[in-house]
């Protein structure tokens, strides 16, 4: 069933549960009892996101009373997404890039005229927890990898925290590791906001305060993941996207802005020089990852929640994963448009694949219009802000290649380049500490190289270059509805 979403029915999603309400209606919800939250919740998880399943809410978990639940694969599916973006839900891949290109840059534009909205009360005040009562392994924390450290609470978190300097307020996702009842590691890695944050009030002696929410509107989730300029909240874009403003409470220790209508927040302070060692865990790459040093400690002071609370959580670990599409979708549109903003015409689509964790495998599709665009349209790619972090290839495909179609593109590859001609190295481009080869050889520095593919026919024998051997579009389109009950149904 499909849902059309129109303006004034995207307001009514206020909270998590009104959006799995939205995706149960489109049939993509699917309720899991009895799991196990020792890696069972994580290994089903990460068999549903093989097959492209459902989100799954997680209920009555072993050891845990049922209404204690979890929800994974938010944001795995076309419609999914597109309803988080409160766009409908009647979306393919393309088409969800498209209707995405330029609206991050909007966004961000309108973010000055929505600030977070201060409430006295929200349902996250239902259970307030102080002192001695807190406990975070009331809530089922799942072990989601067999070989991770721990019970990772924080996978799809929304971060909280403000600058000491300026009172900006930065919203994150950042891996957290339970320690004991009472605290968590926090993994920020060098460079990102919060740690910027972090490190400018540790200069100055003073604990670190944030505020962690679990359970949330994924729209939240999403939006903490992707890059937002540096001073801008995430609250003023969340409420750009929504076109009204973020409900926000103060909590009750750090005053900081709490989503009003989470399911569970957790509050407290880092304090300078209090660490701790954390992991491995099951990174978005695919392989576990280390910390290289200790990592600081969360001290929980206070935890909210609402009745019957549910825990988002986004495993990361072999692609396809928990919020790989998600990352995939975004960074296309915003691959696209800063391909064309750099003065690269003819471009058809992009898509950054969900096997290289929307980083290392960049594709680009093109109209070819002159020698070398091809060549052009992939070192753009390569080295453009969205692009440039962490990546390992990119493929520049001829129009009537779909590239979110990893068959199509590689049939492309096979047929259309010759390696010794159309293959360019990149060399000491930006790489990550996260990658695989990186800590497998323990380099200094992460840098890394790129390869640059042209899977374009040849543009000096275009006229030349052989038709494909497939049938007219429209008669094939034809065929699939008069022999459906065969072909079965493409909707």
Known sequence: MVIETRAPER???????????????????????????NQEIGGITELNNRQKGPALLFDGIKGYPPGQRIITGTMQSPARLAATLRLGTDFDNQRLVQALRGKPQ?????AKDYPPLYVDHGPIFENVLRGDEVDLTRFPVPL??????????????????????????????????IHDARSTSIHIILGKHGRQQMERTFKSGQPFPMAVSLGHDPLLYLVSGVEIPYGL???????????????????????????????I????????????????????????????????????E???????????????????????????????????????????????GCWCDEVGGSRMLLVVAIQQRYPGHARQAALVASQCHVGAYFGRYVIVVDDDIDPSNLNDVMWAVCTRSDPERDIDIIRRAWGSKADPLHLTMNQRLPFNSRAIIDACRPYDYLEEFPPVAEGDPEYLAQLQVKWGDVLGSTA
């Open 233 to 263: 909240s995430e609250y003023n874009y969340i409420g750009a996207i929504l076109g009204e403003p973020v409900r926000v409470v103060r909590g009750e220790v750090t005053g900081l802005p709490i989503p009003a209508d989470a399911e």
């Open 302 to 348: 206070r935890v909210y929640h609402r009745n019957n609370p549910i825990q988002v959580g986004s495993p990361p670990g072999r692609p396809p994963h928990d919020y790989s599409y998600s990352k995939a979708v975004m960074r296309s549109a915003m691959l696209h448009d800063a391909i064309e903003k750099a003065g690269v015409p003819g471009v058809q």
């Open 106 to 110: 909007a966004w961000e534009q309108a």
């Open 265 to 300: 927040v957790l509050e407290g302070w880092c304090r300078p020089g209090v660490v701790k060692n954390e992991g491995p865990f099951g990174e978005f790459a695919g392989y576990y990852s280390y910390t290289e040093a200790p990592v600081p400690v969360f001290e929980v």
């Open 11 to 37: 307001l009514r999603i206020r909270d998590l549960r009104d959006w799995i309400e939205v995706v149960d209606r489109a049939g993509e919800l699917r309720v899991v009892e009895g799991a196990d939250w």
């Open 144 to 177: 989601w990898h067999e070989k991770d450290g721990g019970r990772y609470i924080g996978t799809g978190d929304f971060v909280i925290s403000r600058d000491p300097e300026n009172g900006w307020v930065n919203c994150g996702t950042y891996r957290m590791m």
